[in-house]
């Protein structure tokens, strides 16, 4: 499509390392877990446990993770990416790049890539893939972007696209890609999110007195959704069955990934365990916080996961793929350019 404007489109994602030699996979940890919305602790102890406790001991471990998934084109998340940036390029007249927050390619390239490519530039409409708003995803992502844009004194406009946890074009492109998989006999749905740390979730809340408060706060009506992670992980999941049509009793919500104790509950991985003693023996597994396929969901879930639920007892496993270049996301998106 021809360009006639003076906007670019950005599409800011998390991140991956290089390649996976230890080596790289170090110095990407070391980027991600130093930023102080992920590990939020004063800098001198972030420094400390990071650096000296954390990577030295998990670099290895993330590399071998990593060689799981690598394809030959390298880290799904960066090639899915660039996957969705092409497709979203062939239904805009705009410059479409990409930019990560951690690794390659980083802000100041992508903001770069879009000015080469209009030397006139007045705007840029930055699109975090982030469904939902947290520290340590969507706002520091945000947040970069805008220090970047500050640092170096670009002139043109920077705009983001809100959180859309419960936007009706993102919501009808999930439940669509979820709804084929429904088709096979299944027993339950799991909704895997991406854990956060209930902190993160206080320090969330502009009212001080709300999140995590009270068993029910999340269905109470406050501002503090607007920024509470667990309330738009709650609301998506209810917006998706209910256009599915699945039961209260064959879907439930887990959180993944945690890394230590006061982490939102449940527990992916207990659960997993726990499901074929409770007679949950067909498994069907989604996980909406990401996009795009990337190591928590193909290493984590698909192989770990799977690996985890079939030991316990289960009898098929099926993880639905993230969104990834569906038609229905890139409608989405391209719709969202253009309002």
């Not at 449940?266 to 023996?281: N, Y």
């Amino acid at each position: 499509m021809t360009n006639t404007s003076k906007r670019g489109i950005l599409l800011m994602n998390l991140g991956s390392p290089d390649s996976t030699e230890t080596r790289d996979v170090h110095k990407y940890l070391m980027q991600f877990l130093m930023d102080g919305r992920v590990i939020d602790y004063p800098y001198l102890f972030r420094k400390i446990l990071v650096g000296g406790i954390i990577v030295p001991f998990r670099a290895a471990k993330s590399a071998e993770a990593y060689k799981t998934i690598w394809t030959k084109e390298g880290s799904p998340l960066i090639v899915l990416t660039r996957q969705l940036q092409q497709a979203l390029q062939q239904q805009v007249g705009e410059p479409v790049e990409i930019a990560m927050r951690y690794g390659s390619p980083s802000m100041d390239e992508g903001f770069s890539r879009l000015l080469e490519r209009c030397p006139d530039l007045e705007e840029v409409l930055a699109i975090p893939l982030y469904p939902h708003y947290a520290m340590s995803s969507y706002e520091t992502a945000v947040a970069h972007a805008r220090e970047v844009h500050r640092k170096n004194k670009y002139s043109f406009r920077l705009d983001f696209v809100p959180p859309y946890y419960k936007e009706p074009h993102y919501l009808h492109a999930l439940s669509e890609n979820i709804r084929p998989y429904l088709e096979q006999e299944y027993d339950h749905l799991l909704f895997s999110y991406h854990g956060v740390p209930g902190r993160h979730i206080k320090k969330s809340d502009p009212t001080g007195s709300h999140c995590l408060l009270s068993p029910d706060c999340c269905t109470i009506a406050s501002p503090a959704h607007a920024t509470c992670y667990r309330h738009q992980c709650f609301t998506t999941t209810r917006e998706v069955v209910a256009r599915l049509g699945v039961p209260a009793a064959k879907y439930s919500i887990s959180f993944q990934s945690r890394l230590g104790k006061g982490w939102l509950e449940p527990f992916t991985d207990i659960r997993l365990e726990e499901m074929p003693k409770e007679g949950i023996k067909k498994l069907l597994i989604v996980c909406p916080a990401f996009v795009s396929d990337c190591l928590e969901t193909l290493e984590e879930i698909d192989i770990r996961g799977r690996e985890s639920f079939l030991g316990a007892g289960g009898e098929t496993y099926t993880m639905i793929p993230c969104l990834n270049t569906h038609p229905l996301w890139v409608e989405t998106l391209a719709g969202w350019t253009k309002k």
